[in-house]
Nanobody
């Protein structure tokens, strides 16, 4: 059974940093594209960042230069380093695993974690 468990969320002031982790089990996550998504209250879920099996990444424009996605295949773990946080980054953050090794184009993110809350105050 595939399980994704996010951790590292919390409450910070604007300008602060957080590091999110996503531990995968029951699945060889290293073989697949992984991603971080977020959903703020009253808004649609938004893709934040993706990383393929070769370490190539893509980020949504609003977080470029502030967030970094990475993965540790030996630990089957995905990370999101978030710096210079802004109030508009406040959301529930989810990790997900795709069914492909690549991340470009339409990708089926099949498995999802329960999410971790990030709250940024001004």
């Amino acid at each position: 059974q595939v399980q994704l468990v996010e951790s590292g969320g919390g409450s910070v002031q604007a300008g602060g940093s957080l590091r999110l982790s996503c531990a995968a089990s029951g699945y060889t996550a290293s073989r697949y594209c992984m991603g971080w998504f977020r959903q703020a209250p009253g808004k649609e879920r938004e893709g934040v960042a993706r990383i393929d099996i070769y370490g190539s990444t893509s980020m949504v424009d609003s977080v470029k230069g502030r967030f970094t996605i990475s993965r540790d295949n030996a630990k089957n773990t995905l990370y999101l380093q978030m710096n210079s946080l802004k109030p508009e980054d406040t959301a529930m953050y989810f990790c997900a695993i795709a069914t492909t090794f690549y991340c470009g184009g339409p990708v089926d993110f099949r498995y999802w974690g329960q999410g971790t809350q990030v709250t940024v105050s001004s």
